[in-house]
């Protein structure tokens, strides 16, 4: 058992939080990797919306030998559907592995370039800031455990240049999400209001934020306010001494708390919150944490960082710190435009997706429009597809699915936005359900056409708003709708085929 004298001596050692935040790092792996093995042939696979193979096929075609720097990826070796669903139950696998103890250097190696494969050619459908979060938390974890093939023995302490590395991340992610929504003059963050709509246009709300919805205005300037405060003053607490860290540490946890419960926000709460241990350290874990899981685990002292990992960590530190103050540099001077040296220095890391710029929501949408897609086979009678998560019918319950993340679903979300503008992997969706392809129709929750494909498609586009509580309790309906316009002319499975448009 940790003993008083090894807590009062060695505060730093991190033992603690590094047993405990790898066992949850595993926990946000092993839900990625789930999550996309049942969704990746329809998005990315031989027949799905955004195959793979093409992405590659192009690569090489356009930077020769170049693309396999450009595009890390173990996808070079094979782009079938079994190897991706492979590499996707492997990564599924070696999570459980770290989860259930196994902690060692080339785990964390082969989960963080597992998902690096995937996230190199998922395109548009692995864009999202928590996919590049993971892999920059999953590359600092590499380095959170000193560099071996084996678990590390109890009493090895963790760097505590990798622990300020790991505070440095959680100070970004914070502090550059209230940054952006300031930075881009959007008037709903400056006036307070930006919570009046956010429940309401988010991707995918979930029951909650249809009740916090219905608070008074100035109950939603008052969040708009609490969510700035901690973004953009809580952060500097990292920085602080430890009880100001600590309080600090106690509001960002809060925050991500509830936005989890008024949001589908997949892994990315989660993730969050699992970061900010790092802003604790085992004196404070071990007066909450059951003392039976941490008896043999942890001895009465320790042995320090060796001298090659401390010097691969201040490599690591003095890369990560020097890339990511310029990149922060950009975003407040909007320059791209760098010398010589640094230029080639960003393009190299870009690829891995290691060191990077976050904020959401930078511009708060104040509407919400929702596509339809609907199919049929005379081009008189039209049939709606209802997708699993996303609005659709407006009676369906409003879903709770965090942490699996639907990428179709959101990705209609960010298309809707768009119009009229309408997006390439829109159109191969589209294509995709005239030949009835069943992979992305697995992505759907209902196919109106099970027996054939329709021969046209269309797709119309909907402004949606919360239903009020009246409604909802007399009629069941969480959303009112009204026709906007058509989003997608009608598509038929043979081009010269017409419809009249009287009869739209």
């Not at 946000?28 to 696979?45: E, P, W």
């Not at 096929?57 to 079938?80: C, D, H, I, M």
């Not at 939603?220 to 009880?243: D, G, N």
């Not at 350290?281 to 960082?305: A, C, E, M, N, W």
Request: proline share 7%; aromatic share 16%.
């Amino acid at each position: 058992m940790l003993s008083p004298d090894f807590l009062t001596t060695h505060p730093s050692a991190f033992i603690l939080t590094r047993w405990l935040f790898l066992r949850l790092l595993a926990a946000v792996y092993f839900c990625a990797f789930t999550s996309l093995m049942v969704q990746i042939t329809g998005l990315i696979g031989e027949n799905g919306i955004l195959p793979a193979r093409n992405l590659l096929t192009s690569a090489r075609e356009t930077f020769g030998s170049k693309a396999y720097v450009l595009y890390p990826t173990l996808f070079w070796l094979n782009q079938s559907d079994l190897f991706l669903k492979a590499l996707c139950l492997a990564g599924s696998l070696l999570s459980l592995l770290l989860l259930f103890g196994i902690q060692t250097t080339l785990l964390l190696l082969l989960l963080w370039l597992l998902y690096l494969s995937l996230v190199t050619v998922g395109q548009n459908f692995l864009s999202f800031q928590w996919d590049i979060l993971l892999l920059e938390a999953g590359f600092l974890a590499i380095f959170l455990i000193p560099l071996s093939f084996f678990p590390p023995s109890a009493n090895q302490s963790s760097s505590i240049i990798i622990i300020w590395l790991f505070r440095w991340l959680v100070f970004r992610v914070m502090f550059y999400s209230g940054f952006v929504k300031l930075a881009s003059g959007d008037p709903t963050w400056r006036n307070l209001t930006a919570m009046k709509y956010h429940y309401e246009t988010q991707p995918l709300p979930n029951p909650l934020a249809w009740y916090i919805h219905k608070q008074p205005l100035f109950m939603a300037k008052m969040s708009t306010f609490f969510a700035l405060f901690i973004e953009l003053i809580v952060p500097f607490t990292i920085f602080a001494p430890p009880v100001f860290r600590y309080s600090g540490a106690a509001l960002l946890i809060l925050l991500q708390v509830l936005i989890a419960l008024t949001g589908n926000y997949t892994f990315f709460n989660f993730l969050t919150i699992f970061l900010c241990l790092f802003l604790l350290d085992d004196r404070l874990l071990y007066t909450f944490f059951p003392h039976q899981l941490s008896k043999g685990f942890i001895p009465s002292g320790f042995v320090i960082v060796s001298p090659v990992n401390r010097y691969v960590d201040w490599i690591i530190a003095s890369a990560i710190i020097f890339i990511s103050l310029v990149q922060f540099f950009s975003l407040v001077t909007g320059t791209q435009q760098f010398s010589k040296i640094i230029s080639p220095l960003l393009a190299a890391v870009q690829p891995i997706h290691s060191v990077n710029i976050y904020g959401l929501f930078a511009v708060m949408t104040t509407s919400r429009p929702e596509i339809i897609v609907e199919g049929s086979i005379d081009g008189r009678s039209w049939l709606a597809y209802e997708f699993k998560y996303k609005p659709g019918d407006v009676r369906r319950r409003l879903p709770v699915v965090a942490p699996h993340q639907p990428r179709l679903d959101w990705q209609m979300w960010f298309a809707a936005l768009g119009w009229p503008n309408i997006p390439y992997w829109f159109l191969s969706f589209i294509l995709r359900l005239l030949d009835g392809q069943p992979e992305v129709l697995k992505l759907l929750a209902k196919n109106p056409f099970p027996s054939c494909p329709p021969r046209y498609i269309r797709a119309l586009l909907y402004d949606y708003h919360f239903s009020d509580m009246k409604t909802h309790a007399r009629t069941g309906v969480w959303w009112r709708r009204e026709l906007i316009g058509i989003y997608l002319p009608p598509i038929a499975v043979h081009p010269q085929t017409e419809i009249e448009e009287e009869e739209l």
